[in-house]
């Protein structure tokens, strides 16, 4: 037979080698593709809602390495088991009908109970093709050379989405790919990756995971943020703590709120701040909330929460009176966001905590930073008294 090459672009797409085989001794005929780029830096996973008898017409470049996938059937090309292929979509199904369809006579002389539930799930295939139901249809490629046709290109098709993700390191092996040994003490990767350690949920206790990301803020410091979510219970959190060291003078911030604008300035909390309103005779003390880097408007979202879940406020153990203060005090908190003036004071004597300056690097006439000598009491809360940094080794020595 005869092998016919053809380098094409696909638009929107990139370069590709089409191959086409036809032997007209049997009329057999195979068409495969090759990317003619080099594997990409990032995976690709297109998810395309089918809707229509148009859709099953939409190109489609599946990779040797691709998987596809249609949910709602609970069906999966691996990846590997097929060549790489230009086609539609409609074409996939065929070429999965016909290798399903190929061994159907002797699955009937073996096996006849598993032939016809190959035979139920064909039908259910070329029922797909007629789109009496809309369902997903799903491309996962590690080498990101597999593309799905967007007909609306260069506008956004809605029914379409494209993600890009990293490869893992399984993947890259099964790419090929040597991966680069990197130092595991390198700064730089440590802000540009999330970390991800297991963990236990702190409500039903499941296995969980905790994402970790080093981040800089600017005009200030490094911050840790920590998130766990749980798949069992949908439990969320996230936590902040101070990359840096204990400053050597504690801090207090206090924003007079003149605008609802204020609303949306940058906080970074940490576990060592308080937090107090005077003019509505509250405060919020040293640990309470633990460390959160959010808005100003997420802070006192989070201290209505708090103040809500207050166990003597609720069921029979509440009396009226606590209960009208309580909710007396909900009310003023929300006029605060731009109906009340009011000063928001943050308190942190280990002076890791931030109020984000909207006019930076010029002052903020709403806002004043005092920085302050700790006291004793402050140092002994911090465990700085007991802490001693200089001359151990040598008193060590001496004593023995």
Known sequence: GVTRLLLTRIPFFKEIIVSSFACDSCSWSNTEIQSAGRIQEQGVRYTLAVTSRQDMNREVVKTDCATARIPELDFEIPAFTQKGVLTTIEGIIDRAVAGLEQDQPIRRATDEEVANKIEEFIGKLKQLKEVHSSFTFIIDDPSGNSFVENPHAPQKDDALVVT???RTPQQAAMLGLELEEKPADSAEDLRNEVLQFSTNCPECNAPANTNMKLVQIPHFKEVII??????????RTNEVKSGGAIEPQGTRITLRITDPSDMT???LKSETCSVEIPELEFELGMGALGGKFTTLEGLLKDIRELVERNPFTLGDSSTPSKTEKLQEFIG???????KTKARFIMDDPAGNSYLQNVYAPEEDPELTVERYERTFEQNEDLGLN???????ELEGASAR
Do not use: F, P, W
């Open 164 to 166: 890009h993700y990293r």
């Open 226 to 235: 920590m998130a766990t979510n749980c798949d069992s219970c949908g439990h």
């Open 265 to 267: 300035r940058d906080i």
């Open 332 to 338: 003023k908190l929300q006029d605060v966001k731009g």
């Open 386 to 392: 007991d802490m001693k940094t200089e001359g151990y």
